[in-house]
């Protein structure tokens, strides 16, 4: 047994990725992934994995460094899933390594983290991103890089491959999340408590939700109030309904929500509401707001699916009253919901954690 003065930088960079998967605030489900460099092996998360169980499970893939940057470098299609770089004879979990495994293998610091941070979504949605992103993290003297929205998979890894050229230890990812790199776990460790510090911003203040007209509104429908109950704030102040209804702001919410979020108003019925869905041949919402009352979800939600909607709602609750927001184009929802590597995650979702 390793005393804990032995403890190995393995043993560090599992205990650092669950402290960020047991953080709601950091990550949501399956969302978020870290990876430790040694030599030519990169030890990363599997897809559909949850970092809160690292240490617990076996959730980190080896994969080949080298070939798989020259690959993403040389548009080889291989990159996009990064199956085929995997150290077959180490990956004792026979698992898949995350599709966000190419950017991990780009940036040549030995540590890397990324994470879905509520604080750096919520600002990164702004229309005045760049110049908040400036200001806040050269005040607390970090060497960072911003880089614009694209497709997680390759289209996200090329970019993030130009960003590295200026070395930076913390990447904005726009409409997405953050990247966090090192020599060590501590120095990451160390460089994700000051950056939450730059970047946190107050949650705006909702009055309690009214879960019992929730429950009269959804009997005998395949609806349920959400059990989070911090989701609910997204339907109880009228800002927050404006910017959760406005548009998709990130990647997993189309993954696991679809492009549309439901909104029913005072005095509408659920059973009305739907039909005009069904009358469409559409798909109902999978979250439906009912104004000033409270979040009802999809029975059919996993627990990835149900973290999601409070994610949403830490993000929207974070939005300065009255901000512009650059929301994903239909372009990039049509690219995210016809995006076959993620087809295995969410079978993964589905059938992981009932
Ligand atoms: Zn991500």
Known sequence: ??????????????????????DILKTQGAGGNTSLKD??????????????QA????IMVPVRVAPLVEALRRGDPRAEKATDFVITALNTSGLRPSIETSFHAALPSPVVAHYHCVNTIALSVLKQRDE????????AGMKWATVPYRRP???????????????????????HGIIVTGETVEEVADRI????????LPARQVPDA????????????????????????????????????????????????????????????????????ADKGQTAPKMIIVSGCGMLLSNE????????????????????????????????????????AEQYRQALDRGART
């Open 132 to 139: 908040i992103f400036r200001t806040k993290l050269e005040a």
């Open 55 to 58: 240490g617990e499970r076996d």
């Open 153 to 175: 998979g390759t289209p996200l890894a090329r970019d993030v491959d130009l960003a590295a050229e200026s070395n930076p230890d913390v990447l904005i990812l726009y409409n």
């Open 210 to 277: 009214d879960i019992g007209a929730l429950q009269q509104l959804s009997q005998d429908s395949s609806y349920s109030p959400a059990a989070d109950l911090a989701s609910h704030q997204l339907a109880l102040v009228p800002e927050n309904i404006r910017l959760a209804t406005g548009g998709s702001m990130y990647p997993d919410h189309v993954i696991f929500l679809g492009t549309t979020v439901g909104l029913l108003k005072a005095g509408q019925s659920l059973p009305s509401y739907l039909e005009r869905f």
């Open 301 to 340: 939600l996993t627990p990835g699916g149900q973290v999601m909607a409070r994610c949403l709602a830490e993000v929207v609750a974070r939005i300065p009253e009255g901000a512009d927001v650059v929301y994903l184009t239909e372009a990039d929802e049509y690219e995210l919901t016809n995006w076959e």
């Open 193 to 200: 408590e000051r950056v939450t510090a730059a970047l946190t």
């Open 39 to 52: 030599g030519d092996t990169m030890w990363v998360k599997a897809s559909g994995t949850w970092l809160a």
């Open 1 to 22: 047994m390793a005393a804990r003065g032995a403890e190995s930088e393995f043993d560090r960079f599992l205990r650092l990725s669950k402290q960020i998967g047991t």
